[in-house]
């Protein structure tokens, strides 16, 4: 697995995430969206040869330090493609060099789980669609 690859794959399924919130379930705009993701997820699915943590794993995962009275989660930490997933949400966030805020990941890793759930949701309301 290469980091640029994945990195790649990680920020393009975050745009389509993205777009895809802004859609409710068997919007018929959301297959164009649901098609890309499920390529992303194909190619991801290729470079990641290990089994997705769950969001409690993850969070188990991780190592956290503390600067200045600030618990930071340290980046090496982070499983791939969690780390690759977090810093694609993360661009424009505040951080510092030592690490990302403890508190912005906890944030995200909850995020992620809800975006997971949408899509879900999406994929469940296309199968409904064509199997009828």
Same mark, same amino acid.
């Given at each position: 697995?290469? +980091?640029?690859?994945?990195? #790649?794959?990680?920020?393009? #399924?975050? *745009?389509?995430?993205?777009? =895809?919130?802004? =859609? /409710?379930?068997?919007?018929?705009?959301?297959? /164009?969206?649901?098609?890309?993701?499920?390529?992303?997820?194909?190619? =991801?699915?290729?470079?990641?040869?290990?089994?997705? =943590?769950?969001?409690?794993?993850?969070?188990?995962?991780?190592? +956290?330090?503390?600067?200045?009275?600030? $618990?930071?989660?340290?980046?090496?930490?982070?499983?791939?493609?969690? *780390?690759?997933?977090?810093?694609?949400?993360?661009?424009?966030? +505040?951080?510092?060099?030592?690490?990302?805020?403890?508190?912005?990941?906890?944030?995200?890793?909850?995020?992620?789980? *809800?975006?997971?759930?949408?899509? /879900?949701?999406?994929?469940?309301?296309?199968?409904?669609? $064509?199997? /009828?």
């Amino acid at each position: 697995m290469t +980091t640029e690859q994945l990195r #790649k794959l990680e920020v393009a #399924k975050r *745009r389509a995430l993205w777009a =895809l919130a802004e =859609l /409710k379930p068997g919007d018929p705009a959301a297959v /164009k969206v649901l098609v890309e993701l499920d390529e992303i997820d194909q190619a =991801l699915g290729g470079l990641v040869t290990r089994r997705e =943590l769950s969001s409690q794993e993850l969070m188990a995962a991780i190592t +956290t330090q503390y600067h200045n009275g600030i $618990c930071l989660v340290v980046d090496d930490s982070i499983p791939e493609p969690g *780390r690759q997933r977090f810093w694609a949400a993360s661009v424009g966030a +505040t951080r510092l060099a030592a690490g990302a805020y403890f508190l912005d990941f906890e944030k995200f890793v909850m995020a992620w789980q *809800r975006e997971l759930e949408h899509l /879900k949701a999406h994929r469940s309301s296309r199968q409904d669609r $064509c199997s /009828k």
